[in-house]
């Protein structure tokens, strides 16, 4: 039976990126980390790695650089130098500019598929050992760890087994672990689409009475298209022809990036708020999705799940014990508490607000955005919260 001290279950962004954080101090400690997923690299389905992309904050991408994958992962990634939130149907809008926060860039877009691509590159055999494609059907406690059950056939005794399963697998439950969701009643329909104008590194977020909108600008002048509706409204967009829907797309968003002018694949998201009651536990963390899994408008959800990674990594690299140990992983849940609060809470009100078309909450946002653009200190603010500074200044994390 082999035993190792680290076994990451679920090789998305969040465990590849968690074993990456890992992997200087693991040379160093001589740990042996296993990370295991069903999915191989190059499948063509990967559920992480789909028709997505994801906006990376500002602080993720100092993350990266500290990790020595941004000079890879960059000549992929398209800088968002504004971000343009405004509402429909009201003349209220607000624009918060790199410039003004004194940052090269609010943050980038990068499609999943590249990022996944370059944090698999990044990693070394010799300390990360893949089990792929393979899949942890049950986990059994042991004295001092966990048994892991693939279906292979074969076993593995870890002393530290991270879930970072996206809570896809079934095996948070399998453990007695509570989570609690909160649907949103919407749905995201995600496309990437492309206009007669040129993006010029601008997001643009737009709130309307059925849902919020996000076009998000990637490379070669598409853009990532997350458009959030009710389920059944979600369900007729998905299924109208390419120009119809571009029709439909345009009236809702306007002429802010010209015509647009093609829309390629599109894909269904239903949303909920995710929790789980239990983040650690002896010999267990659960991150990523499995730990909380947000509404994606405000693209916080990855962010946040880097950010808790960068601090279990510090705290399992700076304990004198050995990965299992609990009061390690407590102290990482209690240095991760306010930034998921704070994140969870903002990502939540945000949507909330602006998903609403009550005349009282209409107008509270409409004064909102007003106010956002009137009061620099609110302003700056929501872009420290949106840009993943929230709860660190940059010297912290770079
Ligand atoms: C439409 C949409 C847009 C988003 N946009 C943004 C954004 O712009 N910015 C942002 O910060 N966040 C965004 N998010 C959130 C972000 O996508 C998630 O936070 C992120 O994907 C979570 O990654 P994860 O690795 O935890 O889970 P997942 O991506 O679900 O990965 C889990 C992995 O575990 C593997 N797995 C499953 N079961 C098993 C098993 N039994 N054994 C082994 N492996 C297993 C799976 O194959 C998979 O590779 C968005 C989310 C959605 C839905």
Not at 19 to 44: C, H, T
Not at 189 to 197: G, Q, T
Not at 317 to 343: I, K
């Amino acid at each position: 039976m082999s035993r190792v001290q680290i076994a990451i279950i679920g090789g998305g962004l969040v465990g590849a990126s968690l074993a990456l954080a890992l992997q200087a101090g693991a040379r160093e400690r001589q740990w042996k980390i296993v990370l295991i997923e069903p999915y191989a690299p190059g499948d063509s389905y990967q559920p992480s790695y789909d028709a997505r992309a994801s906006a990376l904050s500002y602080g993720s991408q100092l993350i990266y650089q500290q990790l020595g994958v941004w000079s890879s992962i960059a000549p992929r990634a398209e800088a968002i130098h504004d971000i343009h939130i405004s509402d429909r149907g009201r003349f209220a809008a607000t624009r918060i500019s790199a410039t003004a926060e004194q940052v090269p860039a609010l943050g980038y877009v990068v499609e999943n598929a590249w990022l996944g691509h370059c944090l698999w590159a990044a990693l070394d055999s010799d300390i990360v050992e893949w089990r792929c494609p393979a899949r942890v059907e049950k986990m059994r406690t042991l004295d001092k760890g966990y048994r892991l059950y693939l279906d292979d056939d074969s076993s593995l005794d870890c002393d530290l087994a991270i879930l970072a399963d996206g809570g896809r697998s079934g095996l948070r439950e399998q453990l007695g672990i509570y989570a609690q969701h909160t649907p949103y009643g919407q749905t995201a329909l995600i496309s990437n689409i492309s206009s007669s104008l040129p993006h010029q590194g601008v997001a643009f977020e737009r709130f309307t009475e059925a849902g919020p909108m996000a076009l998000l600008p990637l490379p070669e002048n598409r853009s990532v298209l997350i458009w959030t509706r009710e389920p059944n409204e979600a369900q007729r967009l998905y299924n109208l022809a390419d120009h119809e829907f571009l029709q439909e797309l345009q009236a809702c968003f306007g002429y802010r990036l010209g015509a647009l002018q093609q829309v390629g694949s599109r894909h269904l998201y239903p949303l909920s708020l995710v929790q789980s009651r239990e983040q650690v536990r002896a010999h267990l963390v659960v991150l990523g999705n499995a730990a909380h899994s947000l509404h994606p408008v405000a693209g916080q959800g990855y962010n946040l799940s880097l950010r808790d990674s960068m601090a279990l990594a510090d705290c399992l690299l700076a304990s004198p014990h050995t990965p299992g140990d609990l009061s390690t992983l407590q102290r990482y849940q209690h240095m991760q508490q306010f930034d998921q609060d704070l994140t969870i809470g903002f990502s939540d009100r945000v949507t909330r607000l602006f998903s609403n078309g009550k005349p009282l909450l209409a107008g509270g946002r409409h004064l909102g955005l007003l106010g956002l653009d009137l009061v620099p200190a609110a302003k700056h603010w929501f872009a420290r919260q949106a840009m993943g500074l929230g709860v660190q200044n940059t010297q912290d994390i770079g």
